[in-house]
């Protein structure tokens, strides 16, 4: 059960996340094409008019303007508020988990930047450096203050490099064909750094079920074929947050269930 006083906090870091949220949509318009997140302002890219601050409220200002923009009225796509809402929603739900404790930073964190890649990767196909690089570092820097083990950050983040980056070379030489970029072979020492090499193990077995669930639908509805190109940054993602949360769960119900006629 929640307490009364809980919720007061929960909103407030719900309403947090909207705000991050909406400079969440800024960051994947404007990093895949290499534009400043500072200047310019945020315009309406067919008449150019500056966005008013009202109209930037998260949710509130996309259901005000009825999804159009108030100069041009040219459409304004759903995905803005249903990226806010998801980061609020997201943000709440980690708020409620946590509490108002160390553990609830890393897990805010973690968890925007889950969904930063996730849907750049999904839009341009790519995992910037300038969120992999500094998001390992800082994965690393929350090892170290926090309660996992250093070692197993620092391991499981040079594991991630290594291990995709074989798999990588070795499809190559098989088949001939480029099968994961270096985006997704840099976030995988993103996550190995957040979630030790346990949980990175974890992580891309879960993004690995994902990504053949989807391919084996797209082959299904003959949408794609077995050499079909998908982003697997937006399967690592999502699984790196479930792991993030529910990984040891997860690995304890695996242990019980698999060992579970050997110890009877």
């Not at 994947?28 to 067919?46: D, E, H, K, Q, Y």
């Not at 993103?190 to 879960?206: K, P, V, Y």
Request: charged share 10%; with cysteine.
């Amino acid at each position: 059960m929640i307490l009364a006083m809980e919720w007061p906090f929960v909103i407030t870091l719900g309403a947090f996340g909207a705000i991050l949220g909406s400079f969440l949509n800024a960051c994947v318009f404007r990093l895949p094409r290499g534009i400043s997140m500072i200047r310019p302002p945020s315009a309406c890219p067919r008449c150019g008019t500056h966005i008013r601050w009202h109209d930037n409220v998260p949710v509130i200002g996309w259901l005000a303007l009825r999804g159009r923009c108030r100069s041009c009225r040219e459409r304004i796509s759903p995905r803005y508020p249903v990226v806010e809402g998801l980061t609020a929603l997201l943000f709440a739900l980690l708020a409620l988990r946590y509490g108002a404790t160390p553990a609830l930073i890393p897990a805010l964190l973690f968890a925007w930047l889950m969904l930063l890649v996730t849907l750049v990767d999904f839009d341009a196909r790519i995992i910037p450096d300038a969120v992999t690089l500094p998001g390992t570092v800082l994965g690393l820097v929350m090892a170290w203050l926090g309660p996992m083990p250093f070692r197993d950050a620092l391991i499981g983040a040079v594991a991630g490099l290594c291990l995709l980056w074989g798999i990588a070379w070795a499809y190559e030489r098989v088949t001939g064909i480029e099968g994961m970029g270096g985006g997704d072979i840099k976030f995988a020492a993103l996550l190995g750094a957040f979630l030790g090499w346990q949980g990175l193990l974890l992580t891309l077995f879960l993004a690995s079920l994902g990504g053949a669930l989807a391919g084996g639908l797209l082959m299904l509805r003959k949408k794609g074929t077995g050499k079909t190109a998908l982003p697997f940054g937006s399967f690592l993602a999502p699984a790196g947050l479930v792991v993030y949360v529910f990984g040891g769960q997860i690995l304890a119900w695996y242990v019980a269930t698999a060992f579970r006629g050997r110890l009877n």
